[in-house]
């Protein structure tokens, strides 16, 4: 018995090679994006000297949750946290849509909303360096370093470092087609 090249057998067959070779680019392209990440998050909270960083990543208009952290205790745990609903809002993302990096050295000290002071107390922070990953098609996430011990002042290197640990996740082809 011979089998005719344009069956529709060897069009089932071919339809599932298809299928299953985007499924495993699709793979590649997470496991990537997941391991630079990783790398950014560990490199930083090393160099940074803090507790948690963290990627708050954008999965709405405003609503996102933790899926990264790099962490120098269990006990830091927030992955899978989200925002509070009515605190950030279009202004805050304005901001950060246009670049704003904030660094607050000591959340008890600092000028901010009460439910922005409320959450930051829940999670354990104390300090926080927040720098915005955007990419051409808005705001993707937040990368936020975060020291839970005592107050931290952050120094402008490692304001740049956010920067550019930001910078490099938003150019990233990986997350710029995610």
Same mark, same amino acid.
């Given at each position: 018995?011979?089998?005719?090249?344009?069956?529709?057998?060897?069009?089932?067959?071919?339809?599932?090679?298809? &299928?299953?070779?985007?499924?495993?680019?699709?793979?590649?392209?997470?496991?990537?994006?997941?391991?630079?990440?990783?790398?950014?998050?560990?490199?930083?909270?090393?160099?940074?000297?803090?507790?948690? #960083? #963290?990627?708050?990543?954008?999965?709405?208009?405003?609503?996102?949750?933790?899926?990264?952290?790099?962490?120098?205790?269990?006990?830091?745990? =927030?992955?899978g946290?989200?925002?509070?609903?009515?605190?950030?809002?279009?202004?805050?993302?304005?901001?950060?849509?246009?670049?704003?990096?904030?660094? =607050?050295a000591?959340?008890?000290?600092?000028?901010?909303?009460?439910?922005?002071?409320?959450?930051?107390?829940?999670?354990?922070?104390r300090?926080?360096? #927040?720098?915005? =990953? #955007?990419?051409?098609? &808005?705001?993707?996430?937040?990368?936020?370093?975060?020291?839970c011990?005592?107050?931290?002042?952050?120094?402008?290197?490692?304001?740049?470092?956010?920067?550019?640990?930001?910078?490099?996740?938003?150019t990233?082809?990986?997350?710029?087609?995610?």
């Amino acid at each position: 018995m011979q089998i005719h090249p344009h069956s529709k057998f060897n069009q089932n067959r071919d339809r599932s090679k298809q &299928g299953l070779q985007k499924l495993l680019d699709r793979l590649v392209k997470t496991m990537q994006r997941n391991e630079l990440v990783r790398q950014t998050t560990n490199q930083l909270r090393e160099s940074l000297q803090v507790d948690r #960083v #963290v990627l708050y990543y954008f999965y709405g208009q405003w609503e996102g949750q933790v899926t990264f952290e790099s962490l120098s205790s269990k006990e830091f745990s =927030i992955l899978g946290s989200t925002g509070p609903d009515d605190c950030f809002n279009n202004e805050y993302a304005a901001l950060y849509l246009a670049g704003r990096v904030k660094a =607050i050295a000591d959340i008890e000290l600092e000028p901010i909303q009460p439910c922005h002071r409320d959450f930051l107390c829940n999670m354990q922070v104390r300090a926080n360096l #927040v720098a915005p =990953i #955007v990419i051409p098609r &808005g705001l993707w996430g937040l990368l936020v370093a975060h020291h839970c011990q005592g107050p931290h002042d952050w120094s402008p290197s490692d304001i740049e470092m956010m920067q550019t640990g930001a910078q490099t996740l938003a150019t990233d082809r990986n997350i710029l087609e995610s």
